[in-house]
C-alpha cells in the first residue's frame, strides 16, 4: 500500500498546528469561528471545512476531528489522536510509524490505546467524575439499542478498566462504521441532555466523556480485533480528575463548593431545632446554619441531611469505609449530596448486609450473600466482607459459572437458551448479564427464548 494512503490525523486548537512528519497531520477542531477554507486550499486542515459539525466543538471537543474524518477523509487507513498524545512505537520513543501501523494492522482490525484501570468500576468512575444524570441518560438509550450492545454496555460500566482518549486508528471502512453507529447515539443525545445548566466548561464537553465509554462498547459488541499500544505523552499535561472537594476550603461568599439548603435537601428547620446551640447562634440563617454542617456538623455526627444520622449512611455503606476509613466524614457527606441531588439518597437505620449492587447493576437475580459464602469456603463469609464476596462473584465466579442463588445456575440457562449460545459461545458471564437484565422478568409473560 502506498504511505500515502495513511493519513493520522492530530487534533487540537491551535492556530497553527505543527509540522508533523508522514503519515501525520494537524487538523485544527473547533474552526467555526475561522474564515471557511477549502479542503484542498493547501493550508492547514481545518474542522469546519468540508462537511462538518465544527460549531458543535464546545461539546464535542475532539469528536469534530473525528466527524470530520469520517465525512471528508479519502484515504485507504485514517487515525485520530491528539497534538499531545499519540500511540507509541513498541521500540521507540516516539509516534507509530507508517510501517508500523501498516504491520500491525495485517494481524488486527484497529489499534488502539492500551486500557487503562481504576480502582472502581467505570461506572462509578464517570459518576465520581462526570454528570451522573448524562451517564443516566445514555443507560436510557442503549436499552433501545440492539441486545449484544446492551450488554457490551453494562459488561464494560461493570468493569474496572477502559480503553481512553478517543484515539484509534483503522481502515476507513471500518472507520466509517464505528462514526455512523457513535455519531448516531450521540444524536439520540443531544435531542434529550441539558448542556447549558449546571455545567462548567469542562463538563460541557460531555460527549468526548461518552464516546469514550462508547468506543469499549462498540469494540466490545462487534468482538473488533484489537492491537493495543502504549499512549506517547508529550507534555506533563496534569489529570483532569480531581480529588473530592476540600471541605476544609468551603466558603459560601467564594463559592469554593457552591450548594444551598435546598440543593442538599438540608432540613434547615430541623436542624436548628434539634440542637438549641445553633439556634442561639446562628437563628434563622439558613446560610450560616449550611455552612455550621459543612465544617463541623457532618463531622460532629449531628443529623441534618434529611434528618439523617451520617453513622447511619456510613454504616450502610461498606464500599465507601473501604476507600476513606472513618478518621474523616467529610467524604462521606459530600456523597450524600450527590445521592440527594439524584434522589436516590436511602437510609436505613438497620446494618445492610450481603451488599448485590456493584456501579449501576445489581446483581440481585443472581446472586445471594448467604448462598454464596455459604457453598465456597475461599469466599468472605464475614458480614462486613460482603462488598468483597460480591467482587469475588463478579471478578471470580462468573467467570467459573458458579452458582450464586437457588434461583439461577448458569449452566441450566445457557442449555435452555440455544440462540444465546450462538451469540455468546461459551463466555459465561454474558449469561448472567442477559438474565439480570432480560430473563429475570420472564415472570411478566414474555417468552425470553426469542428475545434476541
Known amino acids: 500500500m502506498n504511505h500515502r494512503d495513511v493519513a493520522i490525523y492530530v487534533v487540537s486548537h491551535l492556530v497553527n498546528c505543527p509540522e508533523y512528519d508522514c503519515p501525520y497531520t494537524g487538523l485544527q477542531v473547533g474552526s467555526v469561528s475561522a474564515e471557511k477554507t477549502s479542503i484542498t486550499s493547501g493550508e492547514r486542515l481545518t474542522d469546519n471545512s468540508g462537511q462538518n459539525i465544527s460549531y458543535k466543538n464546545f461539546a464535542y471537543s475532539e469528536l469534530t476531528g473525528l466527524y470530520w474524518i469520517w465525512k471528508n477523509a479519502t484515504e485507504n487507513i485514517v487515525g485520530i489522536c491528539h497534538y499531545r498524545r499519540f500511540l507509541k512505537s513498541p521500540d521507540e520513543e516516539r509516534p507509530l510509524s507508517t510501517e508500523e501501523i501498516l504491520s500491525a494492522l495485517e494481524d488486527a482490525d484497529v489499534l488502539i490505546p492500551a486500557s487503562i484501570s481504576f480502582s472502581h468500576s467505570v461506572a462509578e468512575q464517570y459518576c465520581r467524575y462526570h454528570q451522573v444524570a448524562d451517564m443516566s441518560l445514555l443507560a436510557r438509550i442503549m436499552k433501545k439499542r440492539p441486545l449484544v450492545e446492551q450488554l457490551a454496555f453494562h459488561e464494560l460500566l461493570a468493569s474496572d478498566s477502559l480503553i481512553p482518549c478517543n484515539i484509534m486508528i483503522a481502515p476507513k471502512g471500518i472507520m466509517d462504521a464505528y462514526c455512523s453507529w457513535l455519531f448516531a447515539i450521540l444524536d439520540d443525545i443531544e435531542r434529550e441532555i441539558d448542556l447549558f445548566h449546571g455545567r462548567d466548561a469542562y463538563q460541557m464537553r460531555v460527549f468526548g466523556f461518552l464516546a469514550e465509554r462508547l468506543m469499549n462498547v462498540w469494540l466490545i459488541a ?177 467467570k467459573e459459572g458458579r452458582r450464586a442463588s437457588k434461583g439461577f445456575d448458569v449452566e441450566t440457562y445457557k442449555e435452555a437458551h440455544p440462540r444465546l449460545h450462538r451469540l455468546f459461545g461459551d463466555t459465561l458471564r454474558p449469561y448472567y448479564l442477559h438474565y439480570m437484565l432480560i430473563g429475570s422478568k420472564e415472570h411478566k409473560g414474555v417468552d425470553w427464548r426469542y428475545a434476541v
Open 222 to 398: 462487534n468482538g473488533v480485533r484489537c492491537a493495543h499500544f502504549e499512549i506517547l505523552t508529550t507534555d506533563d499535561t496534569p489529570s483532569r480528575e480531581s480529588s473530592l472537594p476540600n471541605l476544609e476550603g468551603y466558603s459560601l461568599a467564594t463559592g469554593i463548593f457552591t450548594l444551598s439548603p435546598e440543593d442538599v435537601s438540608l432540613n434547615v428547620e430541623k436542624y436548628r431545632d434539634d440542637y438549641p446551640d445553633l439556634k442561639e447562634a446562628f437563628g434563622d440563617d439558613a446560610a450560616a446554619l449550611l455552612d455550621h454542617y459543612i465544617r463541623h456538623g457532618c463531622n460532629e455526627g449531628r443529623i441534618g441531611l434529611k434528618a439523617v444520622r451520617l453513622q447511619d449512611y456510613v454504616a450502610n455503606r461498606p464500599y465507601l469505609r473501604k476507600r476513606y476509613g472513618t478518621d474523616d466524614f467529610a467524604p462521606y457527606y459530600y456523597n450524600m449530596i450527590e445521592e440527594a441531588k439524584r434522589g436516590s439518597l436511602v437510609v436505613s437505620t438497620n446494618r445492610v448486609d450481603g451488599v448485590t449492587r456493584q456501579g449501576i447493576l445489581d446483581y440481585a437475580p443472581v446472586y445471594d450473600w448467604t448462598f454464596y459464602t455459604s457453598h465456597y469456603s475461599d469466599v468472605p463469609n464475614d458480614a462486613a466482607a460482603s462488598e468483597d464476596a460480591l467482587a469475588h462473584f463478579v471478578n471470580v465466579g462468573m
